[in-house]
């Protein structure tokens, strides 16, 4: 495998203004990045606008990765701010009131949904679940 100080020799000796130079240089990061041999199969088989594209999805992806990694690390808050949101429970005929009732929201599409699941004349549930 090669060292960092081999590897610097060799970038350093690039002049990067020849195609051959830019080749070599591409293959470099690519046996880099993937741990592999400089006459592996895989890379021998690629073009050089293929290894540069694996090199540089591979890194985005990482990067991508580590930036949403961090967005979601928990940050310390106050314990309160964790707390759930209190709840009530209606039962009875208050909560049969509140489902009798459509929560319409304006859109046509889930009023019509709405109007429908609320609707009085609907059969139960239990019978309409007979005739699966």
């Given amino acids: 495998m090669r060292t960092i100080p081999k590897l610097e020799?060799?970038?350093e000796a690039m002049e990067f203004s020849n195609l051959t130079d830019l080749t070599r240089l591409v293959k470099l990061l690519w046996v880099e990045k993937f741990n592999r041999p400089p006459n592996d199969g895989?890379?021998?088989?690629?073009?050089?606008?293929?290894a540069a594209e694996q090199v540089f999805e591979q890194t985005?992806?990482?990067?991508y990765m580590k930036k949403r990694a961090d967005k979601k690390a928990p940050t310390w808050?106050?314990?309160d701010e964790w707390a759930a949101p209190e709840v009530e429970t209606v039962t009875g005929k208050e909560a049969e009131r509140i489902a009798d009732v459509p929560h319409l929201t304006g859109?046509?599409?889930?009023d019509a949904v709405e109007l429908a699941e609320t609707d009085?004349?609907?059969?139960?549930?239990?019978?309409?679940?007979e005739g699966w």
């Fill in 107 to 110: 859109d046509a599409e889930w």
């Fill in 42 to 50: 895989r890379l021998l088989s690629l073009t050089l606008r293929e």
């Fill in 77 to 79: 808050r106050d314990v």
């Fill in 120 to 129: 009085p004349t609907r059969p139960l549930l239990s019978e309409r679940l």
């Fill in 60 to 63: 985005a992806f990482s990067t």
């Fill in 9 to 11: 020799a060799e970038l």
